[in-house]
């Protein structure tokens, strides 16, 4: 019995360390509901370490188990604590390999940026959802507008045919008479507007849609950084 409060209070005491430790203000730092949870799974940690050492006869084999749960323990406490900063990690990783993909970090106000990173043809593309279908689009901070080609605005839902295309704009494949239309939603990983104003370009002046200024303006901030674009809510 001895053995055996001595080792839960070793497990205890370790878990008090690394509390105190991610508790001290840094990215780690835990607040009063994330302190509960320590506690709960302090006490739990405890209490199946015990149980295994107190069912062992052998103390080597009681000594491997105590270490083996500790780190369990310790790793899967310290994974919760860190949850949000691995979230952030693995969409930073995915957004830097798959072109397009947009890496969200939200920050302790709950306000999202929204990073691109720069493609192999030095643009920035983004997988952009409009209407709720997804649609590639590369960013043009010369482009007035958003600028949907006409298969794209096939794609989400609008049928170009019964609009008057009766304005024109500047492609880079020339001239190009435009319809302009309100689009109900535009996102961008966690970035949302509602009710944008975008054109579509008549079938075959345009090769890739434009995310412009009609989307980017309703930014509090945009900014290229090396090969990164960042987006800010």
């Known amino acids: 019995m001895t053995r055996l409060l001595i ?12 509390k105190l430790a991610l508790g001290s203000g840094g990215v780690g730092s835990i607040d009063t ?30 000594a491997r188990n105590f270490i083996l749960w500790t780190v369990i323990g310790l790793g899967l406490v310290a994974g919760y604590l860190y949850r949000y900063d691995a979230q952030d990690f693995a969409s930073r990783m995915s957004a830097g390999l798959i072109p397009g993909r947009a890496a969200t970090i939200t920050d302790e106000n709950g306000f999202n940026t929204v990073i691109l990173y720069r493609g192999d043809n030095g643009h920035f593309h983004a997988d952009t959802v409009i209407d709720g279908v997804g649609v590639s689009m590369m960013v043009d901070t010369g482009a007035s507008s958003i600028a949907l080609t006409y ?17 024109t704009v ?7 008479r435009t319809a302009y239309v309100t689009l109900s939603t535009v996102s961008i990983g ?29 930014l509090s901030s945009f900014a290229f950084t090396g090969e990164q674009l960042k987006l800010k809510n």
């Open 7 to 18: 080792i839960i209070a070793v497990i205890l005491g370790a878990l008090l360390l690394l």
């Open 33 to 62: 509901e994330q302190s509960m949870s320590f506690v709960y799974y302090a006490m739990l940690l405890a209490l199946v370490s015990g149980g295994v050492i107190a069912s062992q006869r052998n103390w080597g084999e009681a």
């Open 151 to 167: 298969e794209d605005a096939e794609r989400i839902g609008l049928n170009p045919a019964t609009l008057d295309f009766d304005a």
């Open 170 to 176: 500047m492609t880079a494949n020339g001239p190009a």
């Open 190 to 218: 966690g970035i949302e507007r509602t009710n944008v104003r975008a054109g579509i370009a008549e079938r075959g002046r345009l090769d890739q849609s434009l995310l412009g200024m009609t989307f980017l303006e309703t």
